[in-house]
């Protein structure tokens, strides 16, 4: 389906809860270090219930690790910095979805060398963000939405 990338989320959480809906929507979930938290934390496993065995986990070091592994991939980045919408994208099967830190978000320099691929959520001027697990959601379930929900029941 698609892959789901967090760059060193802070929250286990949410990025449980983001296990849990790649789980659900059969995408994968690739999570660039350092994580703010344990694998083995208590929260992060709560979030995710009982779906740890059906998703499938990448980790990597950094962002260009994940890059050299899956260079000829198309990558979109999640900011509130981007400029077009994400409903404006034709995802496709096996790109990559890229969100940022719950305190940081992505790198300027990342955003920078590659703004025609970074997509926002629309948002009242005033809302700083979305939370992340939520965000996630809204652009994964747009995505499915495109594909006309393909291989989900």
Known sequence: MFNIVLYEPDIPQNTGNIARLCAATGCNLHLIGPLGFSLQDRFLKRAGLDYWDLVRISYYDSFQELRNKYPEATYYYISTKGKNN??????????FIVF????????GEL????QEFCLRIPMVPAARCLN????VAIVVYEALRKQKFSGLS
């Open 86 to 95: 994400y409903t404006s994208v034709d995802f496709k099967k096996g790109d």
């Open 100 to 107: 940022g830190s719950e305190t940081r978000g992505l790198p």
């Open 111 to 114: 955003l920078e060398k590659n």
């Open 132 to 135: 992340l697990s939520n965000a």
